[in-house]
């Protein structure tokens, strides 16, 4: 009994010490080193989305590092986004039945591409996110805000962990 748990014991620690030691590095296997990331179109009817959310998504990767920003001349790919819509619905009723909480709530269409070969590297048209504010202690653009962080975050990890 103890020879079998033994064996066990002893493929169980190989495994562990195999399996940890795998490395990879994004942008390797898809030869990208660097991204143009123009304005995104706003084809919804609120004013403004595009800059805060280009911001948001722009900030987001510079943080990351993993890629370069370019312009689009010299970029290895180029991302496209196209705000589709925006919606702002109550979210939480007080026990008065009076508006606690409003849902900011958008979708887009997102596609990165080589610029060379303009093989597609990531495309998902029904992108979305949302967030939540309190109208007595915020302001509608501290939603817009959350949920522009929340939307450049899920893009950054929807496109790197892509490859």
């Given at each position: 009994m103890?020879a079998v748990?033994?064996i066990?014991?002893s493929?169980?620690?190989?495994?562990v010490?195999?399996s940890c030691?795998t490395?990879s590095f994004?942008?390797v296997?898809?030869?990208?080193?660097?991204i143009?990331?123009p304005t995104?179109e706003?084809?919804?009817?609120?004013?403004?989305l595009?800059?805060?959310?280009?911001?948001?998504?722009?900030?987001?990767?510079?943080?990351?590092n993993?890629?370069?920003?370019e312009n689009?001349?010299?970029?290895?790919a180029?991302?496209h986004?196209?705000?589709?819509s925006?919606?702002?619905?109550p979210?939480?009723y007080?026990?008065?039945?009076?508006?606690?909480?409003?849902?900011?709530?958008?979708?887009a269409?997102v596609?990165?591409?080589?610029?060379?070969?303009?093989e597609?590297?990531?495309?998902?048209?029904?992108?979305?996110?949302?967030?939540?504010?309190?109208?007595?202690?915020?302001?509608e653009?501290?939603?817009?805000?959350?949920?522009a962080q929340?939307f450049?975050?899920?893009?950054?990890?929807?496109i790197?962990?892509?490859w």
């Open positions: 103890s748990f033994f066990l014991f493929f169980s620690i190989l495994f010490f195999s030691c490395y994004t942008g296997t898809t030869g990208i080193k660097s143009a990331i995104f706003n084809e919804s009817l609120k004013y403004g595009e800059d805060t959310f280009t911001k948001a998504v722009t900030d987001a990767f510079i943080e990351d993993r890629l370069k920003i689009e001349k010299i970029a290895d180029i991302l986004v196209t705000i589709k925006f919606e702002r619905s979210y939480s007080d026990e008065s039945e009076n508006i606690k909480e409003y849902k900011i709530a958008i979708s269409s596609s990165l591409a080589k610029k060379e070969s303009e597609e590297l990531f495309k998902s048209n029904n992108f979305s996110e949302w967030a939540t504010y309190y109208p007595l202690t915020e302001v653009e501290d939603g817009i805000d959350r949920v929340k450049s975050d899920k893009i950054l990890r929807n790197l962990e892509s």
